[in-house]
């Protein structure tokens, strides 16, 4: 079936270093992709999007990559803080045929920050 | 700006207890409004969404009702709790304008026994 998927469900970084957290999607129809970051014990936040006509979207410390190509998105995070440790986890969205979008989660990736 | 509320934060409930979550969202009109459930280590699935008052519709067959009695209140409801209705409800909302774009709110813990 269709999905949204993480390679790596455990990424420990330095911090001050980047961090790179990656996704794969295989619904061709999707058109809309957006990074989330969840906390223990807290909603989802948004972090950043991108519209399939876009192959980079840069945002504070955040940049989002997108390969139609090969139906990949990265979340690249600069100079990694403590405050970043937190699971993060992508979205892809597509227009339903009724007219409403549908949402495709992944699992989400555990990013651990070391001092 | 726009915000989302849920209350309660966290619940416990014995089995075969009524539950009612309220989800309402403040600086935005006709959002769409969902709500998700997630169980720990695993990703979110959608249990109900709104595009207006009284329109539900239902992506799973379960234990659970939802209702959108007004424009920005979303109800998360069950008659008769499982012990498998434990796990973080999260409400969402997207704009009417923009409806790619889901927000979520803090969500509630809910602890069946």
């Known amino acids: 079936g269709e999905s949204v998927g993480l390679h790596l469900p455990t990424l420990s970084v330095q911090e001050g270093d980047n961090s790179i957290i990656n996704c794969a999607y295989s619904?061709?129809?999707?058109?809309?992709f957006i990074w989330y970051k969840q906390e223990s014990g807290k909603g989802p936040q948004f972090i950043i999007d991108i519209r399939s006509n876009m192959d980079k979207r840069q945002g504070q410390r955040v940049t989002v990559l997108l390969n139609k190509t090969v139906k990949h998105l990265s979340l690249q995070i600069a100079a990694t803080q403590p405050g970043d440790s937190a699971v993060y986890f992508c979205a892809e969205n597509y227009l339903w045929d009724s007219g409403t979008y549908k949402y495709i989660f992944g699992t989400g990736t555990r990013l651990k920050v070391l001092a | 700006s726009q915000t989302i509320h849920q209350w309660p934060a966290t619940l416990v409930q014995p089995v075969g207890s009524p539950l009612s979550l309220e989800c309402t969202v403040e600086?935005?009109?006709?959002?769409?409004l969902y709500w998700y459930r997630q169980a720990a280590g695993r990703g979110l699935q959608l249990l109900f969404y709104s595009v207006g008052i009284g329109q539900i519709s239902s992506e799973v067959p379960q234990n659970l009702s939802a209702s959108r009695p007004q424009d920005r209140q979303f109800i998360l409801s069950s008659k008769k709790l499982l012990l498998s209705d434990s796990g973080f409800y999260l409400c969402?909302?997207?704009?009417?304008?923009?409806?790619?774009?889901?927000?979520f709110g803090p969500g509630t813990r809910l602890l069946v026994l």
């Open positions: 619904n061709s129809a999707s058109d809309y």
């Open positions: 969402a909302w997207s704009p009417a304008v923009r409806q790619e774009t889901q927000y």
């Open positions: 600086g935005t009109s006709n959002p769409n």
